[in-house]
Nanobody, 120 residues
Framework: QVQLAESGGGLVQPGESLSLPCTVS????????MGWYRQAPGKEREMVAR???????DYADLVKGRFTISKGNTMHTVYLQMNSLKPEDTGVYYC??????????????WGQGSQVTVSS
């Protein structure tokens, strides 16, 4: 089993910043990528940013230039730095980890979600 621990959500005003850390633990074996997804009320979950074990990053067009995903000292922790937040960034943010167990079965694991609300 792979577990994800998230924190850092909250209520902020437009233009402010917020950082979301996520740590993966358990039977990780081979971690391929970690990322952040969000789900706004009434909408489907969408990718926000992700980083591969090799360091390649990918961002949704709506957050390019404002959000940055980075790895900690190990690949097991990633951070989503969100700057210049807008009301449309409001939603539940979910951490995601993709990889393989030692028996080569794949996993696609999710955290419990962190609420981010951007409002004046």
């Amino acid at each position: 089993q792979v577990q994800l621990a998230e924190s850092g959500g909250g209520l902020v005003q437009p233009g402010e910043s917020l950082s979301l850390p996520c740590t993966v633990s358990g039977s990780i074996y081979m971690l391929v990528s970690m990322g952040w997804y969000r789900q706004a009320p009434g909408k489907e979950r969408e990718m926000v940013a992700r980083v591969t074990s090799g360091g390649s990053t990918d961002y949704a067009d709506l957050v390019k230039g404002r959000f940055t995903i980075s790895k900690g000292n190990t690949m097991h922790t990633v951070y989503l730095q969100m700057n210049s937040l807008k009301p449309e960034d409001t939603g539940v943010y979910y951490c995601n980890a993709v990889g393989y167990y030692s028996d080569f079965r794949s996993y696609n694991s999710w955290g419990q979600g962190s609420q981010v609300t951007v409002s004046s």
